[in-house]
């Protein structure tokens, strides 16, 4: 599914490429059918606010909402394991499924980091992507339901995931 990739680009650290890809993003949003309308309404409106305000601007609100603290952590095992050691292995386990599909990781980003996740399904056939999804559901929920608490539009994405996945949306 395309929109999964642009969904994580979306999620990302804004970047410069974001704003140089506007137009490409912007069709292919237009062009989901796998999200409703209005989904594709609200994540058209966030686009133009990412790439639209001044760039450290949008880096600064994006470190502010999801690098300081865990309640809003993209790193999915940070919800699921904490600090566990049940966490290394899931790393590992989950870097073979990336490495299966013929993703190229950057050492950049830890596996479980959201963006990646997303970026790996949207390479796998549309029922691997669509449990993929539903695996981690609950988080999406949680995080999803917590931006929207907090007013935050990226709520919206979380939204989106969710109906991919045929499960509910963020609650309030």
Do not use: W
């Not at 988080?139 to 979380?158: E, N, P, T």
């Amino acid at each position: 599914m395309q929109i999964l990739k642009v969904i994580s680009l979306l999620l990302d650290y804004p970047e410069e490429a974001l704003r140089s890809a506007h137009k490409e993003l912007a069709e292919a949003i237009c062009s989901a059918r796998e999200i409703s309308p209005d989904q594709r309404g609200s994540l058209l409106r966030l686009l133009d606010e990412l790439a639209g305000d001044e760039l450290m601007d949008v880096q600064e609100r994006y470190t502010e909402l999801f690098d300081r603290g865990r309640a809003l952590s993209l790193l999915l095992f940070e919800h699921v394991h904490a600090e566990s050691r049940d966490r290394g292995q899931a790393m590992v386990d989950l870097m073979s499924q990336y490495e299966k599909a013929g993703l190229q990781l950057d050492c950049r980003e830890l596996p479980d980091y959201l963006p990646l996740y997303l970026e790996y399904l949207s390479i796998v056939t549309d029922d691997e992507a669509r449990d993929g999804l539903q695996n981690v559901a609950p988080i999406l929920a949680l995080i999803g339901g917590r931006l929207k608490q907090r007013g935050v539009a990226h709520y919206q994405l979380f939204d989106a995931l969710l109906a991919l996945a045929g499960t509910r949306r963020s609650e309030e």
